[in-house]
Each structure stands twice: as C-alpha cells, then as structure tokens.
Antibody
Framework: VQLQESGPGLVKPSETLSLTCTVS??????????WGWIRQPPGKGLEWIGNIFHSGATYFTPSLKSRVTISLDTSKNQFSLKLSSVTAADTAVYYC??????????????WGQGTLVTVSS | DIQMTQSPSSLSASVGDRVTITCRASQSITNYLSWYQQKPGKAPKLLIY???TLQSGVPSRFSGGGSGTDFTLTISSLQPEDFATYYCQQSYSSPRYSFGQGTKLEIK
C-alpha cells in the first residue's frame, strides 16, 4: 500500500487549502479502513485532523470541524482534504494515512511522505 | 476529548541503554494505544499497536506495555538508528484519534 499527497504548497490567508491523496496497492472503495489526514506544524507534534470511511462517513477533530471537509473518489482511488479560512497557524506538513478499521486497534499503518503547505500572502 | 500526555518531553541516552517512555490517557482507553517513531523529514512509522503488539518488521528490542490509562514504550538496548521522536496515539474513541505531544530521544 502506498499513499501520495498532492496539492499547492502555498495558500493565501483566508483561502481554502486543498490536498489530494492517491492510494495504490489497495482499493479504498472495498471498505475495511478509514482514510485520514494528520498534520504537523514545523517543529511541533502530530495533530489528527479527521478521516473518512468507504461509506462516506467522516469524523473530525473538534477544533477543526467547522473548517474541514474530507471526501472520497473511489473511481480514482483518491481522497481529499479541504480546510477553509486558513491562517498562518495552518502552516504544516500534511500527511495522508490509512487508519484502522472502525473500532479497530491496529494503528495507522501506512502513511504518505507528507507535503508542506505554507499559508502566506 | 481524550487527552494523551507523554513523559518525558525529551530524553538523552547512550547507545546500549535501556529507555522507557510513558504515555498517560485522560480516561481509560483499555489497550487502544499505538506507538510511532518519527525521524526528521520523514513520516511517522507504526511500531506497536494494541499497547503491546509489535508491528511486522519492527525489531524485538521495542516493547510496549500498560492498559487503562498508563502505558510504556521500552527500548531494551538503544541502537544508533533509534534516536528519533516517539509519539503515542489513542484509538479508543475510534474513528477519532489523538496523539501525545511526543518524546524526543537524543544521543547523550
């Protein structure tokens, strides 16, 4: 299983950050796992953003819930992140990853390499 | 929300040392706890899940323990490649997760 993030590396304040994760080696439409986004501001720790199940059900961390959208495109084997009204505090490396199945306890086992998104005018 | 607190935040040790990192949850998470290793510029790597199960390919010098609210990650004999930052993650509130703040393991 491999994951690869793609999208703009620079976003202006107040605009929407958009990233896509392309998955290979696993059919995300076949179910079984959640597909998630995690971010890491420069020099800081990991923050779980949210994830999506093959049914389209989504889950988000409360602090970002009002600004985040995660969607799935099974025809392209991709899932996407949109974060609206960004500020400099949203500058981070964004990772896509495969989370455990619902109620599962197997960890986040596959990660993309990460992509740095800078919020600046 | 379930808060995860790691200690210490940083740790200096020598090759061959035995080290233990602690992770505490703000409520019981039974054994829904994973550990990750992250090296600079790289994505995190899953080491342990279900508190004590070693991910395939991870050296046996890594071990995890604990249940309820208190957990440990132990490296029995530090190797040069083990110097990194370690994170715990709870999945008790799956599919919502949260991470500890990280423990940076440095060479003494």
């Amino acid at each position: 299983v491999q994951l690869q993030e793609s999208g703009p590396g620079l976003v202006k304040p107040s605009e929407t950050l958009s990233l896509t994760c392309t998955v290979s080696g696993y059919d995300i439409g076949s179910g079984g796992y959640h597909w998630g986004w995690i971010r890491q501001p420069p020099g800081k720790g990991l923050e779980w953003i949210g994830n999506i199940f093959h049914s389209g059900a989504t889950y988000f961390t409360p602090s970002l819930k009002s600004r985040v959208t995660i969607s799935l495109d099974t025809s392209k084997n991709q899932f996407s992140l949109k974060l609206s009204s960004v500020t400099a505090a949203d500058t981070a490396v964004y990772y896509c990853a495969r989370d455990a199945p619902y109620g599962g306890n197997t960890g986040t086992d596959y990660w993309g390499q990460g992509t740095l998104v800078t919020v600046s005018s | 929300d379930i808060q995860m607190t790691q200690s210490p935040s940083s740790l200096s040790a020598s090759v061959g040392d035995r080290v233990t990192i602690t992770c505490r949850a703000s409520q019981s998470i039974t054994n829904y706890l994973s550990w990750y290793q992250q090296k600079p510029g790289k994505a995190p790597k899953l080491l342990i899940y279900a508190a004590s199960t070693l991910q395939s390919g991870v050296p046996s010098r890594f071990s995890g323990g604990g249940s309820g609210t208190d957990f440990t990650l132990t490296i029995s004999s530090l190797q040069p490649e083990d110097f990194a930052t370690y994170y715990c993650q709870q999945s008790y509130s799956s599919p919502r997760y949260s991470f500890g703040q990280g423990t940076k393991l440095e060479i003494k």
